[in-house]
């Protein structure tokens, strides 16, 4: 026996007056969509339905069945919302990972790059510092060597000096030798002269 209007629309006030205050609690926490509410939906669906059954009424079988399939579509809903939720909050920590990952490996390349260019810039000084160095051996080597070439320049110049100033000495030695040899002989040809006019003159008396 279907149950009748009037104490249906008891019922469904009855059902309404008894809820009121969870959906009341439930509006003011924000939890319009939370499990609590759902599990209160689906108290009502199955009084509706087991007093469908109990009165043998179709139409309010009908619409606890209604009601209960609407609360699993809406479970099912708030179940992938919350999937949802946790795939956005793992992509986004996923994201936040890569993120710092990628950070530190671009924070890491700059600082090999500023050590490679540091290592680069110490190297070239060092490359500059033994080509100044091998250039100043170098130069003082060239110097060493003219200074020791210059030397033997007047060094040698100094021999040819002294030389040349014996053979200056021994050339007027020789000629002053010269000049008393002949000095000499002239004396001895004036004395050898004289000796044969004497004896002439001896022998003529």
């Known amino acids: 026996m279907a149950m009748p209007k009037i104490s249906k629309t008891i019922f469904d006030s009855s059902l309404k007056l008894a809820r009121t205050p969870f959906d009341v609690a439930l509006g003011a926490l924000g939890g319009s969509d939370s499990q609590a509410k759902l599990l209160l939906d689906r108290a009502e669906a199955g009084a509706r ?6 009165f043998a ?3 309010l079988r009908e619409e606890g069945r209604a009601a209960l399939l609407a609360t699993k579509q809406r479970e099912r809903a708030t179940e992938l919302r919350e999937q949802a939720e946790v795939q956005e909050r793992e992509a986004a920590e996923r994201e936040a990972r890569t993120a710092e990952a990628a950070g530190k490996a671009a ?23 033994r080509a100044k160095k091998t250039e100043a051996g170098k130069k003082e080597k060239a110097a060493k060597a003219a200074s020791k070439v210059k030397r033997a320049n007047a060094k040698a110049e100094k021999t040819a000096q002294l030389e040349k100033l014996e053979a200056r000495e021994e050339s007027i030695e020789a000629k002053e030798e010269a000049a008393a040899t002949e000095r000499e002989a002239e004396r001895l040809r004036q004395a050898a ?8 003159n001896g022998n003529g008396s």
Do not use: I, M, N, Y
């Not at 339905?49 to 109990?54: I, K, P």
């Not at 890491?108 to 490359?127: F, I, L, N, P, T």
């Open 49 to 54: 339905s087991a007093t469908g059954v109990l």
């Open 57 to 59: 009424d179709p139409e």
């Open 107 to 129: 924070a890491e390349a700059r600082r090999a790059a500023e050590q490679e260019k540091r290592s680069a810039e110490k190297r070239r000084r060092e490359r500059e510092a």
């Open 193 to 200: 002269a004289g000796a044969k006019k004497a004896r002439k």
